[in-house]
């Protein structure tokens, strides 16, 4: 059936509408793909939507003389046609003509005519890819409030926590223009605040904590989740499951940040596990990494970096066998089986060597907490599955929790393939433009600048080692403080943040350090980091969506430097950091630090990095400028090629897990 706005479904808990998935062959997909070579030119033609500009600025004249109350007048009325008709052009065109005029007078702010073909993509369920410092937060109140007054609840999705208070915060008095109400879920929400807050007409999440949401409902309803058998038990008992639900369906979700949620962070399923307390676990951890620190690299395991799945790996080798095997004979019972023992020691391995403090994790309050690598920041109450989490608790002198078993779990593309209706935007997704097809049926359209981008991006500066690469990068930050010009410090890890703030607090110059670690103050940073000369160091926490206002003698020196201290896996994020300068057509600049130490090189191209490490002894960093741009891009490609594989892999997995879990009864 094709879901119009007057067929749309109810939004309550018993039904929880959602989009049934259906099972693709391999010869469904391959067609699909196929079609998308046709049809998402087509599809993606800018004029099919500018022509709403034209349409909101006619349907717009009338506005400016009215009252408030006449505008929301015309609002009323507006939403029983939307109702009736859809979203019928001449109707969005006018909805958007009043979203323009209200914004405009409620946030001092009237949308573009590029924000307008930015929203009627959104709305017409594509994505948007608008340079970054756009605007999309007020971009996604146009198709948000004209589905609202439609009647169809909206999930306004995005990255963390931070950028969703704000949001709600900053569009709030909009919406409460037309009367539409707006939630708001991050981390520490209660589940009654929850189910409040996506009761709204539009509710801004997290990617996150929606889906755990989702799982939380599926585990309540258990077996039995048809709409029949929860109004029964509404019937006979007030606080039946229906009550404890948290969603009422998946409608219409606008995801901001597309290309990290729906594709980077798709690299990990989210799973719900309880406590499995009771296993004597915590000897044999200490045990293992007893063992395991005696261990010798090359000669008893290998750490190896495996290409198909873009990590590195622990192989325990025959003499490492045999000295496990020689140790365990006075052991537990737990080390006499010889597969269990060397799973137990490469996991110990695992938790010594490929799990660093303050990279993959920091240590607070005597818990060990895992840093989210896409967003840079703690991700509370999560841990990590199989054993490894005790053992990096043991390594780390914390108490141990007890090991977990999966409850419920999802990976992200179906989950959002769960949507009846479904846009979204980012600054970056033109490199994943098949994958979006492909797997969400999503097509790109690029809409132009407001302003011609003033932001200048020279070549990197390549360093042989990553000592003179820090140290350039500190005499850099040295002159650019001396002009009393702001700099972002980008960096990867929250210990190569505290490093640098090292380094200018030995020479002096202040600043101030957003990471993992420091986030309590995060809006206060952000609002200062554009003073003239304000030096912020920032992990990824500040790599995507923050907006750095200029003060105005800032933007007469240039404005805002950002420095790359490290290129990323992805050019994506690469170009999201840069992103944080010239927006709204201010002036801005990029300059990027790269050495041939960088984890880049090791993973994404070792071979690279060796070449190019003896074409710079050979004949000086000269012919590393016309060389290093294509060796990182090549490096990046590769891992991007070997991330899309990790991807694919889940959802299959993730596909065949449930038809298995089907026929056992369960849904999830
Ligand atoms: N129509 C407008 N009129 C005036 N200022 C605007 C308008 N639209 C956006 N802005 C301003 O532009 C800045 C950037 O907006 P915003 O942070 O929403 O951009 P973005 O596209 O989401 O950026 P990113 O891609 O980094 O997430 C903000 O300071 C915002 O106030």
Partial sequence: MHLSVANWPRADHFTRPEKKERRRTVLDRLAWE???????????????????????????????????????HRSV????????????????????????????????????????????????????????????????????????????????ITVNDYLTQRDADLMGALYRFFGITVGCVIHDKTPAQRRAAYGCDVTYCTNKEVVFDYLRDRIVLGHAPGALHLHAEHLYNRYGRSEQLLLRGLHYAIVDEVDSVLVDEARTPLIISR???????????????????????????????????????????????????????????????????????????????????????????????????????????????GGLHQLIEVKEGCPVTGQRETVARISYQRFFRRYLKLGGMTGTAREIRRELWAIYGLPVVRIPTNRPLQRQIPPDEIFPTLAEKYAAVVQRVEALYRQEIPVLLGTRTVAVSEYFSGLLARRDIPHQVLNAKQDAEEALIVSRAGEPGRITIATNMAGRGTDIKLAPEVARRGGLHVLMTERHESGRVDRQLAGRCGRQGDPGRCEGFVSLEDPLFKDGSPGLAGRAALLLEKRGAGLWKPLGKKAITRAQRKLEKVHAGARKRLLRYDENRSDTLSFSGRSE
């Fill in 34 to 72: 196929a079609a998308g070579v046709v049809a998402r030119p087509l599809l993606e033609r800018m004029s099919r939507f500018s022509r709403v500009v034209n349409a909101a600025a006619l349907a717009g004249e009338s506005l400016t003389g009215e009252t408030d109350e006449a505008l929301r």
């Fill in 77 to 156: 009325n507006l939403r029983r046609r939307l109702r009736v008709d859809g979203f019928a052009f001449p109707l969005v065109a006018e909805s958007f003509a009043l979203i323009r005029e209200a914004a405009g007078r409620v946030l001092g702010m009237r949308h573009f005519d590029c924000q307008l073909v930015g929203g009627y993509v959104i709305l017409s369920g594509l994505l948007a890819e608008m340079e970054t410092g756009e605007g999309k937060t007020l971009v996604a109140t146009l198709p948000a409030i004209t589905a609202a007054l439609a009647g169809i609840p909206v999930h306004v």
């Fill in 275 to 385: 406590s499995d307390a009771g296993q004597g676990e915590e000897a044999e951890a200490r045990q293992a990494l007893a063992l395991a620190g005696e261990l010798k690299e090359s000669v008893h395991y290998r750490i190896d970096y495996e290409v198909d799945q873009g990590v590195n790996t622990i192989t325990v080798t025959e003499q490492g066998r045999e000295a496990v095997g020689l140790a365990a004979a006075s052991m537990g019972t737990a080390w006499q089986s010889p597969i269990r023992r060397e799973e137990l020691v490469r996991k110990a391995l695992t938790a010594l060597y490929l799990y660093r403090l303050d990279e993959h994790y920091l240590v607070q309050d005597d818990k060990v907490q895992i840093i989210d690598e896409f967003t840079g920041r703690v991700m509370p109450d999560r841990s990590w599955e």
